[in-house]
C-alpha cells in the first residue's frame, strides 16, 4: 500500500501530474479497504510538503537529497506527525525498505533521520510570517502578499484554511430531481440555510446521483458566482472561459434549460468536458466552442456575460493542493495581463443594460480589484454594481466577484 502512494507522490511531485487525475486513474489498483488511508496520506503528504520537509531537514546537514529520498521522507514524516494509528516503528520499517528499492545506500540515512524526527522536537521559525508559512506549507512571499493586501490575521486564516479538508459539496441538478427525493439518499445532507448539500460517501463519479446526472460537485463560492449573474429563462449568456463548464452548467439549472448559453475555452480537450457534463447533466441550451477569449470578434451581443477567467488559484490551495507545491513568486503576477484582455474582450459583447460579471478563485488584488478598478477607467460606459472578497470557511474557497452593468453602447 505504501509503495503504491509513494509511487504516486512521486508521479505528483517530481513528474508534474495533478493529484486528483492520479487519483482518478490510479486509486482502484488499492484494495478498497485501504483506499481511503492510502488518499489521506497522498493529500496530506502533498498539504504539507514544506512542512514536512522542513522537519527532516532540521536532522542533516546534507544538502543534496536524491529527489525520490526526498519524498520518501516527507511521505514518513507527514504519517509519524499527522496520522496517530500507525505506530512510528512501522512508518520507520517500510520507508527503509522502500529506500532500499530506490538505492540500498540510502537505506541508513533514511533510517537515522526518521529516527531523530521521533525522537526531537520541532524547532520552528521565530519570525511570524516564516512560522506561518512553514507550519502551512506555503511560500513566505505568498504570506507577506497577503499580510500587505489584508493584514496579518487574516492572512493567518488564509494560510491555516489552506490546510483543512473541506467537505464536497453538491449542486442538485433541479431540471432532474426535486429536493425532497433528493435527500432520500443517505450520503446527501442538506447545508443549513444554503441552497447545496455536503456528499459523504466515497469517489462522487461513481455513485448513482452523479451517473445520473442528479448532483455535480460545486464549491460554494463557485455557485455564488454564477448565482450573481442573475441570468433569466429564455436569455442569451456568453461564458468565455467556461471549461469544465461547473458554473455554465448551473446557469442552464438557474434558466430552467431555457434559452441560449454559449461556452467558450481555448483548449479543446477541456471544451469536450463542458460537451460531455451537459449531456450528463441533461442540459441542451449550452454550446460550446473551442475559441481564445481575447479574439472574439464574430459573436454578438448577450444579456449577461461571465468572464471567469485563469488565475492564480490562491483561494482553492484546500481543494487543490498541488498549488502549494508548484507556485513561484515568478509566476505571481503572471496571468494580469491576459486576464486584463479577456475582461476588455468579454465586455465588447455585453449588450446595453447587460451584466457583465468578473470572477477569479484567487486571493490576490492585483488579480482581482485592481482589474476591476484598470477596466472601469478604461471602460466608461460600464459601472460596478457590486464586488466582493469571499474568504475561505469550513464549506468554500477563497473567491473574487465583481458585477458590472453596461450603461452605454
Ligand atoms: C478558472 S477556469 C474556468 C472554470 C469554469 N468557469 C467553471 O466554472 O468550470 C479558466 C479556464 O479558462 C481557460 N482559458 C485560459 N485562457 C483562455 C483564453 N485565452 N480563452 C478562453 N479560455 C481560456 C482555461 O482553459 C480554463 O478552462
Known amino acids: 500500500m505504501r509503495s503504491w502512494v509513494f509511487k504516486a507522490l512521486c508521479s505528483v511531485v517530481l513528474e508534474g501530474t495533478y493529484s486528483n487525475l492520479y487519483l482518478k486513474n490510479h486509486l482502484k489498483e488499492v484494495p478498497e479497504k485501504d483506499q481511503a488511508l492510502c488518499t489521506r496520506i497522498f493529500y496530506g ?14 536532522f542533516t546537514n546534507r544538502k543534496k ?12 514524516v507527514y504519517q509519524i506527525k499527522f496520522l496517530d494509528k500507525v505506530p512510528d516503528y512501522a512508518i520507520c520499517n517500510e520507508a527503509v525498505n522502500l529506500a532500499k528499492k ?12 526518521l529516527h531523530k524526527v521521533i525522537q526531537n522536537e520541532v524547532k ?29 490575521d487574516t492572512a493567518k486564516k488564509i494560510a491555516m484554511h489552506s490546510n483543512t ?23 446527501i445532507e442538506k447545508i443549513k440555510d444554503s441552497e447545496l448539500y ?3 460517501g466515497e469517489q462522487i463519479s461513481s455513485h448513482p446521483y452523479y451517473v445520473k446526472g442528479y448532483m455535480s460537485a460545486q464549491d460554494p463560492g463557485s455557485y455564488q458566482i454564477a448565482r450573481t449573474l442573475d441570468v433569466k429563462c429564455e436569455e442569451k449568456v456568453l461564458d468565455v472561459c467556461s ?26 480537450h477541456r471544451v469536450q468536458l463542458i460537451k460531455k457534463d451537459a449531456k450528463r447533466l441533461h442540459v441542451d441550451i449550452i454550446h460550446a466552442y473551442c475559441k481564445d477569449a481575447t479574439k472574439i470578434l464574430d459573436l454578438g451581443l448577450y444579456d449577461r456575460v461571465l468572464c471567469d477567467v485563469p488565475c492564480s488559484g490562491y483561494g482553492v490551495l484546500a ?3 498541488d498549488i502549494k507545491l508548484r507556485m513561484k513568486s515568478e509566476d505571481m503576477d503572471s496571468l494580469i495581463k491576459i486576464q486584463s484582455e479577456i475582461l476588455a474582450s468579454a465586455a465588447s459583447h455585453v449588450k446595453e443594460n447587460g451584466c457583465l460579471v468578473y470572477s477569479t478563485c484567487t486571493l490576490n488584488k492585483k488579480e482581482n480589484e485592481k482589474q476591476i478598478e484598470y477596466f472601469i477607467k478604461n471602460h466608461p460606459g460600464f459601472a460596478l454594481e457590486k464586488e466582493e472578497t469571499l474568504f475561505p470557511n469550513e464549506y468554500s474557497g477563497g473567491f473574487f466577484i465583481a458585477k458590472l452593468v453596461r450603461n452605454t453602447h
Open 198 to 200: 455536503v456528499y459523504i
Open 124 to 152: 520552528l521559525p521565530e519570525d511570524e510570517v516564516e512560522r506561518i508559512a512553514i507550519m502551512n506549507s506555503i511560500k513566505p512571499w505568498l504570506i507577506r502578499m497577503w499580510c500587505s493586501q489584508y493584514g496579518l
Open 65 to 76: 537529497i536524491e529527489s525520490k529520498i526526498d519524498v520518501l521522507l516527507v511521505m514518513s
Open 165 to 187: 479538508t473541506l467537505p464536497i459539496v453538491v449542486r442538485r441538478n433541479s431540471l432532474l430531481i426535486n429536493e425532497e427525493n433528493f435527500l432520500k439518499d443517505p450520503y
Open 243 to 268: 471549461a469544465p463548464g461547473t458554473k455554465a452548467m448551473a446557469l442552464a439549472q438557474f434558466m430552467n434549460n431555457k434559452g441560449t448559453i454559449d461556452c467558450l475555452d481555448i483548449h479543446e
Open 45 to 58: 503528504t502533498i498539504q504539507n510538503y514544506d512542512y514536512c520537509q522542513y522537519i527532516y531537514q532540521q
Open 102 to 113: 530506490v538505492n540500498s545506500k540510502s537505506a541508513g540515512f533514511v533510517n537515522a533521520i
Open 319 to 321: 481543494r487543490k493542493p
